[in-house]
């Protein structure tokens, strides 16, 4: 079964911990995606990587950055966490190419709700 | 003006019912549509993928695509209440692939 794992299901962090979010998919799969879910606003995407070592902005990248050192894992990196980014994170992930089975269809992770005081 | 629209709702419907959830976009480029379900708690997973126009149907489930309104539809049959949960469109042109677009989703109550 097609798996996507977050280590961390809930986090409560201080105003200016840095804080690691880490991701871990057993598929293969090429792609890999952090986005951020908020009432009102749907799913944002922060950051991408179609491949190891590369990564790609997303529509608010501001306030954090990625890693991806192996295909099967993505962290998510709040260098300096604000009260702003109290959140929940979702990570997924997807294959390459096109079609119902490719970079369209997003298997995602069961998330990592994210408080900052 | 956000490239997609949805309702957040709450719906809130008998089971037994037929449900309709819809999404607007704007940008014509979509080609790919696909509804995701998510349950409290847990992550979104695909319910639907449509390609282009028209319509598919799975089960008590269809979606249904009007590329020249910039209208998707999902309908549910004979809704359960174990259909409770947020419903999320998602749509992606056939460039720049990794772009999936959601909407906000609609929450969607099944009462027994």
């Known amino acids: 079964d097609v798996k996507v794992t977050q280590s961390s299901r809930y986090l409560v962090k201080r105003t200016g911990e840095k804080v690691f979010l880490e991701c871990v998919q057993d598929m293969d799969h090429e792609n890999m995606f952090w986005y951020r879910q908020d009432p009102g606003l749907g799913l944002r995407l922060i950051y991408f990587?179609?491949?190891?070592?590369?990564?790609e902005k997303g529509d608010i990248p501001e306030g954090y950055s990625v890693s991806r050192e192996k295909k099967e894992r993505f962290s998510l990196i709040l260098e300096s966490a604000s009260t702003n980014q109290t959140s929940m994170y979702l990570c997924a992930s997807s294959l390459s190419g096109q079609g119902p089975s490719g970079a369209n269809v997003l298997t995602f992770g069961a998330g990592s709700r994210l408080t900052v005081l | 003006q956000k490239e997609v629209e949805q309702d957040p709702g709450p719906l809130s419907v008998p089971e037994g019912a037929i449900v309709s959830l819809n999404c607007t976009y704007s940008?014509?480029?979509?080609?790919?549509f696909m509804w995701y379900r998510q349950y409290s708690r847990k992550g979104p997973e695909l319910l639907m993928y449509t390609y282009s126009s028209g319509n598919k149907e799975d089960g008590r489930f269809t979606a249904q695509v009007d590329k020249s309104s910039k209208y998707i539809s999902l309908f549910i049959r004979d809704s359960q209440p174990s259909d409770s949960a947020t419903y999320l469109c998602?749509?992606?042109?056939?460039?720049?692939?990794?772009?999936?677009?959601f909407g906000a989703g609609t929450r969607l109550f099944v009462k027994a």
């Open positions: 998602a749509m992606s042109a056939n460039t720049g692939g990794f772009k999936t677009i």
């Open positions: 940008n014509s480029a979509f080609q790919y």
């Open positions: 990587s179609y491949d190891v070592k590369m990564k």
